[in-house]
């Protein structure tokens, strides 16, 4: 099985669309902290046309990846690292309800794909020589994402992708002093299965510890 995983619907908008590609871009680093956006460049990147391009920026605005400015233009945000303890302080009250509902959840269609993970996660022993970090850390936020949609509310869902898709890039700028990152990927072994089983509180458990893990593993490498 691929690492990569289809846990949001498929949106038919050019907007969303547009959104979730520049997103992508900006929590992989690919557009750099501080770089200067084109509106026209990314548009013909893309493919799409100014009008998405342009709603997408307001909502990344929105999810603190950009910034925008009067008279200067829009500009991917800087990654401040000091805040990794206001990120990982929120997470830790959230997470653990997210896990906890998605454990409770009883939606087929929602634990076939959990299954799904649970069943390529398995496969994860040699993963990160054969595919590299970036296929570890993109599986990565696209696991966290299917446990907050399976969590069955939205509410919780979307502030959740926005400091996930933070962390992530504070992740990404320690990454090349890390030894390692699969073993933190691994831990969702366990997640998963206490989800897939229903134990809400150990599910839990280990999605508080996952958090505190990932703050000390980013600590540990500043």
Request: charged fraction near 30%; proline fraction near 4%.
């Amino acid at each position: 099985m691929s690492t990569r995983l289809d846990v949001a619907p498929t949106s038919t908008s050019l907007a969303d669309q547009a959104y979730q590609a520049i997103r992508d871009r900006l929590i992989m680093l690919d557009i750099a902290p501080g770089e200067p956006i084109n509106e026209g460049r990314l548009s013909e990147e893309f493919g799409f046309g100014r009008t998405p391009v342009r709603e997408a920026l307001k909502r990344l605005e929105t999810d603190h990846l950009v910034a925008s400015f009067p008279r200067r233009g829009t500009f991917a945000t800087t990654v401040d690292i000091t805040e990794l303890a206001a990120i990982s302080e929120v997470r830790q009250l959230l997470e653990p309800l997210a896990a906890r509902k998605a454990a409770l959840n009883t939606n087929e269609a929602v634990r076939d794909q959990l299954r799904e993970v649970s069943a390529a996660l398995e496969s994860l022993d040699s993963l990160e020589a054969g595919r590299g970090r970036r296929e570890l850390m993109e599986y990565d936020l696209e696991v966290h994402r299917l446990i907050y949609r399976a969590a069955g509310n939205h509410h919780l869902q979307e502030p959740l992708i926005r400091l996930d898709n933070l962390a992530t890039r504070i992740w990404c700028v320690v990454l090349d002093r890390l030894p390692s990152v699969q073993d933190h990927i691994v831990e969702h072994r366990d997640l998963i299965q206490a989800i897939l089983e229903g134990d809400a509180d150990r599910a839990a458990r280990l999605a508080a510890d996952h958090v505190g893990h990932f703050e000390s593993m980013v600590r540990a490498a500043l």
